[in-house]
């Protein structure tokens, strides 16, 4: 069974920092590319970031470019969301997905469970 557990969020003051992660379990690591998005109460949902660990190709939204980092771990079968200088406007339940192929396609096959990032001011 395909499996992403997204984990890592939690409060935090404005400026400080979170590192999500997404754990796949079910597939290979390099079959797709994994992407985070998030949704913020009454929005809807934003798309925030992708990589492909096959070539390491990796994609930022404009609203969090500069201040987020994302990355894998083969190992580990894991990537990462490293957040920085985060803002209340950053306030959301994130998600993981699975993206068909590589980065930019726009087919999300698998999705795990949203973690939920509160940033006060």
């Known amino acids: 069974e395909v499996q992403l557990q997204a984990s890592g969020g939690g409060s935090v003051q404005t400026g400080g920092s979170l590192r999500l992660s997404c754990r796949v379990s079910?597939?290979?690591?390099?079959?797709?590319?994994i992407a985070w998005f998030r949704q913020a109460p009454g929005k809807e949902r934003e798309w925030v970031s992708c990589i492909s660990t096959r070539d390491g190709k990796t994609t930022y939204a404009d609203s969090i470019k500069g201040r987020f980092t994302i990355s894998g771990d083969a190992g580990r079968k894991t990537v990462y969301l490293q957040m920085s200088s985060l803002k209340p406007e950053d306030t959301a339940d994130y998600y993981c997905?699975?993206?068909?192929?590589?980065?930019?396609?726009?087919?999300?096959?698998?999705w795990g469970q949203g973690t939920l990032v509160t940033v006060s001011s």
């Open positions: 079910g597939i290979s690591f390099d079959e797709y590319a």
């Open positions: 997905a699975t993206e068909a192929v590589t980065c930019g396609v726009g087919v999300y096959d698998y």
